[in-house]
């Protein structure tokens, strides 16, 4: 079966949801890999809840482990008045993905194009659960990305962050 993934804005204690949106709204497939590439529509309007606003990010995937003192995931807890639908944004001048908890970052503009495609990071960086489900992402992953910043404070910004080091995104399926 398929793993399926809404991206999620947490609070500060890492597990209470705020928001949440669904891809569907955006005629996306659930699945990480149907909606996780550059200029994707409904990746192009998370992002426009976290530009220039820091935000604890999940990409909470609905095969992801129970949290602890909790009966289900970040992914079940998503309850219908917490759904949002923002709208997308022009993506040009807003390449940068920035980790706040981590004190790094990618440059969008950098990630490998593969055949016209390129993997969107931030799904990718912020989920969990990956590795549970057909749809997931199942390349190589030698630098253990996936996942890796999950529940961090993240934001979108026009602007490469000072004395933050760069992350090199080098995914690809």
Known sequence: MGQYYKPIILKKDKKTVVSFMHSHDFGNGFKLMEHSYIKNNFVKAFETLIINNPQRVL????????????????????????KVRP???????????????KKTFVDKKAVIDVGGWQIHPLPLLTCEGNGEGG?????????????????????????RPKDFKELVFDLKE
């Open 87 to 101: 709208e997308t944004h022009s993506e040009a001048k807003h390449r940068y993905i920035v980790n706040h908890t």
């Open 59 to 82: 990409w909470g995937g609905d095969y992801a482990k129970v949290e602890k003192g909790f009966k289900n995931n970040a992914y079940r807890r998503c309850t219908d008045e917490k």
């Open 135 to 159: 749809g997931d992402f199942f390349g190589e992953d030698k630098n253990k990305l996936v996942g890796s910043w999950a529940r961090d404070i993240i934001s979108i910004e026009t602007k």
